[in-house]
């Protein structure tokens, strides 16, 4: 068990390193071998060129949409950015941070009776990582919310 002291100093960021870090190396060979493909074919006319390059620009753009997930925990709260979108929480507005077994990533349970996906730790590569950013990001949660007064968790 960790010592439940020991909070990471913020701002912070939790995103899943390797992951990305293959997401973006396909992204970029799978562009240029479709680019390569385009330029070294024959009898390709100019629109058949430009559609391999269009579909290796998009498949790109896809995994770098994958690869952008990530989760910040600032003073005044939390920002969680996901494959289509991001949003900005207050931590008083974080109930609890799941990461259970089975899970592909945790999960923030929120004020408003929701639960909110943060794909910026995800244990698929590097559970160990993800199980202590998951434990960082509860502390972080717990911590910031007990300092705030009328922050009743029920």
Same mark, same amino acid.
């Given at each position: 068990?960790?010592?439940?002291?020991?909070?990471?100093?913020?701002?912070?960021?939790?995103r899943?390193?390797?992951?990305?870090?293959?997401?973006?190396?396909a992204?970029? %060979?799978?562009?240029?071998? $479709?680019?390569?493909?385009?330029? =070294?074919?024959?009898? !390709?006319? +100019? &629109?058949?060129?430009m559609? @391999?390059?269009?579909?290796?620009?998009?498949?790109?753009?896809?995994?770098?949409?994958l690869?952008?997930?990530?989760?910040?925990?600032?003073?005044?709260?939390?920002?969680?950015?996901?494959? %289509?979108?991001?949003?900005? $929480?207050?931590?008083?507005?974080? =109930?609890?941070?799941? !990461?259970? +077994? &089975?899970?592909?990533?945790? @999960?923030?349970?929120?004020?408003?009776?929701?639960?909110?996906?943060?794909?910026?730790?995800?244990?698929?590569?590097?559970?160990?990582?993800?199980?202590?950013?998951?434990?960082?990001?509860? %502390?972080?949660?717990?911590?910031?919310?007990?300092?705030?007064?009328?922050?009743?968790?029920?």
């Amino acid at each position: 068990m960790s010592d439940p002291t020991a909070l990471p100093t913020l701002p912070v960021t939790f995103r899943p390193g390797h992951t990305r870090a293959i997401l973006l190396t396909a992204a970029a %060979a799978i562009f240029l071998t $479709l680019s390569g493909v385009a330029l =070294l074919l024959d009898g !390709l006319g +100019p &629109g058949e060129r430009m559609s @391999f390059v269009v579909t290796g620009a998009l498949i790109f753009w896809v995994l770098a949409r994958l690869a952008r997930v990530r989760v910040v925990a600032d003073e005044s709260g939390v920002t969680v950015v996901n494959i %289509a979108g991001k949003r900005r $929480l207050d931590w008083a507005e974080i =109930l609890q941070v799941n !990461l259970r +077994p &089975g899970d592909p990533w945790v @999960f923030l349970n929120l004020s408003d009776g929701t639960s909110l996906p943060a794909l910026g730790i995800q244990p698929g590569i590097a559970r160990k990582r993800a199980i202590a950013d998951a434990r960082a990001l509860r %502390a972080l949660a717990e911590a910031r919310s007990a300092v705030r007064p009328g922050a009743d968790q029920g």
